[in-house]
Structures are given as structure tokens and as C-alpha cells.
């Protein structure tokens, strides 16, 4: 059972427009495909059937259902649904403003800070296992980047070290942050035709957008759908997305967000892990791209 509030609660309703017993522009086939893909439960089932069943009352049942950590997961995926069908034109960015969308994640962080401290669901134990993970080394020369990008991935690699050295949190966030999206980028740009023609991609017209109008969160999808990252690394990199959207003041501000050094520590592994994935799949691919050389000559 979730520990939303009341003001959580109205709050979140308000984003998803839930008032006439809709959830933004989902039908009731699309709504149930999105929570089986994403977080692979059935909406539809007995456990979230509420008040009249309509598709805002089974959010309702769902929230007083769900564990914390599935209900922050739950509000990000949404978030991050209204993103891309802003993209795609079929929603309207002014019914959804800035300041909202802030309050929101901060509920989201909050629930999975709880579900941490209770330690009672999956996601606790997985964070914990997530941050245990060690890497004696990055690989920077192997994420395949052009020479101007590596080096300046390598100076923040020693930038993000020194901030974590004096406990400056918040730049940390940052330069995670931001080193992610490049490294990610770099990605996009060895495998420009697996990244454009994914399903995730970001489209407009049926056409995959120029990688420079990709946002993080593209990069991190479609990354996961390609087989890049992990699951694991996938949902602890949308956090750190969120993290970094308050870098500006104002946004911070009003979401009362204060990064400490728990939250500099993930962001660092969320980097870590992120390039230690990458690497392997290009020595995958190299390994697979040796064993087909042979046959390809023998022929």
C-alpha cells in the first residue's frame, strides 16, 4: 500500500487530467498495454478495480494498492508518457505546466525514498545491490568516441571525482547528468540506423528526429531497448534525469530538492555502470563481427 497524501494525490490527479474519469489520452486498451509494458502488471486487474472502474478510479485503486517504489515508477513512466505525446503532437505542452510536472517527480522521489527507508519491497534491495556494484576501471578509449568528445568525458570523470572528494553533491548531479547524455549520444552516433529505426525512438511525421532533438530520456529507452543498458540501469538513469532537471534555481526551489551525498553516490554509479555497459556491448558486437568474418571469407 502506497503512503500517498492527500495533496499527492490531487496534485497527481490534476497532471493526468483524471477529473472526468479519463487518464490523459489513454483508451482502455492503450492504458493496459502501457502498465503491462512498463511495469509489467495488469491495470485491469481485481487487486486496483475502484469505485465505478473507470479508467481515473483504477489509477485511484492503484495507488492505494501498489507499493511505494511501484507508484514512483508508475509516476515517471507517466511523466515521461507526456513527454513523448508532447512530442508526437498529441498532447498540448501548455496544459501541462513546468512547475507541476516538478511537484510530481518530487512525489515520486519521495516514495522511493520511503520504500528505502522501509526496506520492505523489491526496489530497496535492488538499489542496494545496484550501489554495492564495483568497477575497478572505466573504459573511456572503448566507448568508440571521436577524440575532442573523449577528452572532455574524461575531464568530467575527474571533475565528478573531485566533487565527490568534497562533498558538493549537487555538482556531481550535474556533471552525471550531463556526462550520461554524452556518452549515450556518442552511442546514438556508432549505431545511428539501431537508434533511428527503434521503437521508442522519438518521431515526428514516422520519421526518427535528429539525434541533436533527443532528449536523455530518448537516449536512455532506446538504449535499453537496443540491448545496451540494463533494466537496472534504465530505471536509476531516469532518476538521475530527474535530478538534473533542477539545475535550474527556481525549479529546485519549488520542488525543495537537496541533493546530499546518498544521491551524489547513485548518480555516480548510475555513470559508472552506464559506461561500463556500453563497453561491454561493443565487445560483444566486435566478438560477433569476428566469428561472422570467417564464414563471410570461406564463401
Known amino acids: 500500500m502506497s ?6 494525490k490531487q ?3 490534476k497532471l493526468f487530467q483524471m477529473g472526468s474519469g479519463y487518464v490523459l489520452n489513454f483508451s482502455d486498451r492503450t492504458i493496459d498495454e502501457f502498465f503491462r509494458d512498463n511495469l509489467h502488471i495488469e491495470f485491469y486487474s481485481q ?5 465505478s472502474g473507470s479508467k481515473a478510479n483504477r489509477m485511484r485503486g492503484f495507488w492505494t494498492a501498489a507499493p511505494d517504489s511501484l507508484v514512483a515508477e508508475s509516476i515517471r513512466e507517466l511523466v515521461d508518457y507526456i513527454d513523448n505525446q508532447i512530442l508526437l503532437g498529441y498532447l498540448e505542452e501548455k496544459d501541462f505546466p513546468k512547475r507541476l510536472i516538478n511537484r510530481v517527480i518530487t512525489i515520486a522521489n519521495t516514495l522511493d525514498g520511503k520504500a528505502a527507508v522501509q526496506g520492505t519491497d523489491a526496489s530497496s534491495s535492488t538499489e542496494e545491490e545496484f550501489i554495492k556494484r564495483e568497477f575497478e576501471s572505466l573504459a573511456i578509449d572503448k566507448l568508440g568516441l571521436d577524440g575532442p568528445t573523449q577528452e572532455v568525458i574524461c575531464e568530467r570523470i575527474e571533475e565528478i571525482k573531485k566533487c565527490l572528494s568534497i562533498n558538493a553533491p549537487l555538482s556531481v548531479v550535474f556533471l552525471c547528468g ?19 529505426q527503434a521503437i521508442s525512438a522519438p518521431k515526428k511525421d514516422g520519421k526518427a528526429l535528429p539525434f541533436h532533438d533527443w532528449k536523455l530520456m530518448n537516449l536512455i529507452d532506446v538504449s535499453r531497448e537496443l540491448g545496451i543498458l540494463g533494466e537496472d540501469v534504465k530505471k536509476h538513469s531516469h532518476a538521475l534525469r530527474d535530478f538534473r532537471n533542477y539545475i535550474h534555481p527556481f525549479e529546485q526551489i519549488t520542488s525543495s530538492f537537496s541533493p546530499h551525498a546518498h544521491t551524489a553516490k547513485i548518480s555516480w554509479q548510475i555513470l559508472q555502470a552506464a559506461i561500463f555497459e556500453i563497453t561491454e556491448y561493443q565487445k560483444k558486437l566486435t566478438i560477433c563481427m569476428y566469428r561472422v568474418t570467417p564464414e563471410i571469407t570461406n564463401n
Open 3 to 8: 503512503t500517498l497524501k492527500t495533496n499527492d
Open 178 to 196: 550531463s556526462t550520461l547524455e554524452g556518452i549515450l549520444l556518442g552511442a546514438a552516433s556508432n549505431y545511428p540506423k539501431k537508434f533511428n
Open 47 to 51: 487487486e486496483y478495480n475502484y469505485g
Open 11 to 13: 496534485l497527481l490527479e
